[in-house]
């Protein structure tokens, strides 16, 4: 197979965290993407692959026309539906499957799975927590720049005012104990009114604060800080501000249930020393670690194996 070539389908549902996996891992194999928002009719975009049979007309979305792939590179569940019709009906497509499918992994050439999901197989490819589509900046940062990128209640964390008001206190306390230092607040789709109302009442006086109004400085906040403190609730969040290669603090919230997937992501990426807990520092120490950059290390093993197999 020609690599320079490859026409890569990148499926998701749509959501943005799959399509920073998929196009992550996508662009580091080649440049030739159709990207494709799938959905599925009832009862199929209810059920979990594997009990249902697959057909074409279970796809409310269009199939690219005079375009057959060579590889497919899905992320989430309803992805994998369209990955599994399509591996039938193109004999030699290459399907790439990123997170646990929640299936056999022998439906596909590859999956893709975090360490802390603990999957394993002869062609599941382990990744040091989540792919992202991110680049590392080269250039300088600045070193007096904090980023705090907040998240949100989900099924394993409490996020609310109480929480909010305890980060909000810790922040100041930082603050105060490094006066140089410039507060960058980023929060994310998932935080609430209450949470956003409340970062803006305690910390508006010392902080530049962004809640959703205009361009979102999340990536130039990624490239240009040299510290970050990050909420324990998204894997992918403390994963894309990994490609930094700069200390990320870490504000565990306050677990609904206990989850032994997060769990393991929080231990790895402390015992690799890319992270730290904020709750154990009044003021913010610098270390370094290599930059993470999973997409491109993953999209390298891959290559050599299409390479190894095509020979």
């Given at each position: 197979?020609n690599?320079?070539?490859i026409k890569i389908?990148?499926?998701?549902?749509?959501?943005?965290?799959m399509?920073?996996?998929?196009?992550?891992l996508?662009?580091q194999i080649s440049?030739?993407?159709?990207e494709i928002?799938t959905d599925l009719v009832?009862?199929?975009n209810?059920?979990?692959?594997?009990f249902?049979?697959v057909?074409?007309?279970?796809?409310?979305?269009?199939?690219?026309?005079?375009?057959?792939p060579?590889?497919?590179?899905s992320c989430?569940?309803?992805s994998?539906?369209f990955?599994?019709?399509?591996k039938?009906?193109?004999k030699?497509?290459?399907?790439?499957?990123i997170?646990n499918?929640?299936?056999?992994?022998?439906?596909f050439?590859f999956?893709?799975?975090p360490?802390?999901d603990?999957?394993?197989?002869?062609?599941?490819?382990?990744s040091?927590?989540?792919l992202h589509?991110?680049?590392?900046?080269?250039?300088?940062?600045?070193?007096?720049?904090?980023?705090c990128?907040?998240g949100?209640?989900n099924q394993h964390?409490?996020f609310?005012?109480i929480?909010?008001d305890?980060?909000?206190?810790?922040?100041?306390?930082i603050?105060?104990?490094?006066?140089?230092?410039?507060?960058n607040?980023?929060?994310?789709r998932?935080?609430?009114n209450?949470?956003k109302?409340?970062?803006?009442e305690?910390?508006k006086?010392?902080?530049?604060?962004?809640?959703?109004e205009?361009k979102n400085?999340?990536i130039e906040?990624?490239?240009k800080?040299s510290f970050f403190i990050?909420?324990s609730d998204?894997?992918?969040?403390?994963s894309?501000a990994a490609i930094?290669g700069?200390?990320?603090?870490?504000?565990h919230?306050?677990f609904?249930?206990?989850?032994k997937?997060i769990?393991n992501?929080h231990?790895?990426f402390s015992e690799?020393?890319?992270?730290k807990?904020?709750?154990?520092?009044?003021?913010?120490?610098?270390?370094?670690y290599?930059?993470?950059?999973?997409s491109e290390?993953?999209?390298?093993?891959?290559?050599?194996k299409i390479i190894?197999e095509n020979i």
């Open positions: 197979m690599l320079e070539k389908w990148a499926v998701t549902d749509g959501s943005k965290g399509i920073s996996q998929v196009l992550g996508s662009n440049k030739n993407i159709i928002k009832f009862p199929w209810k059920i979990q692959p594997g249902l049979p057909y074409k007309w279970i796809f409310k979305n269009k199939f690219p026309k005079d375009s057959e060579n590889i497919l590179i989430g569940r309803k994998v539906y990955s599994l019709y399509c039938k009906i193109f030699n497509l290459i399907n790439i499957h997170q499918p929640k299936i056999s992994s022998k439906n050439n999956v893709i799975s360490n802390h603990s999957l394993n197989g002869d062609n599941i490819i382990n040091i927590g989540a589509h991110l680049n590392k900046n080269n250039e300088s940062t600045d070193q007096n720049l904090v980023t990128i907040i949100g209640d964390y409490h609310d005012n929480e909010a305890k980060l909000c206190n810790k922040l100041i306390e603050k105060n104990n490094q006066k140089n230092m410039e507060l607040i980023v929060t994310s998932r935080t609430s209450t949470v109302k409340i970062l803006i305690k910390l006086n010392i902080a530049k604060i962004w809640t959703g205009g400085p999340y906040s990624i490239q800080s990050v909420t998204s894997t992918s969040m403390i894309e930094s700069k200390p990320i603090y870490v504000y919230l306050t609904k249930r206990k989850s997937r769990e992501f231990r790895e690799l020393g890319i992270t807990d904020i709750i154990n520092f009044n003021h913010l120490t610098d270390w370094s290599d930059s993470l950059n999973e290390r993953i999209a390298i093993i891959i290559k050599n190894k």
